[in-house]
């Protein structure tokens, strides 16, 4: 199966300019699972992650633990 990679380095200023950033991206008809891996500064951040639909609705959760 083929992998997509996306590299994204994040600064506090793209984020003050749009608090919650979008990484648009394609699924390609059959996909059976999406993974996402990030790596941050446990002592300095919370991470929440979400995924919208095509439609604009919402279809994930948010996790507020430091250690998840």
């Known amino acids: 199966m083929a992998s997509i990679r ?3 380095h994040l600064t506090h200023e793209i984020q003050n300019e749009d608090r919650y950033v979008r990484v648009p991206f394609d699924v390609p008809r059959g996909t ?5 891996r990030i790596s941050y500064d446990a002592e300095a951040a919370v991470i929440d992650l979400g995924c919208e639909g095509a439609a604009g609705g919402a279809d994930g959760r948010a996790v507020h ?3 998840t």
């Open 65 to 67: 633990d430091r250690t």
């Open 32 to 36: 059976d699972s999406l993974e996402v």
């Open 6 to 8: 996306t590299t994204l």
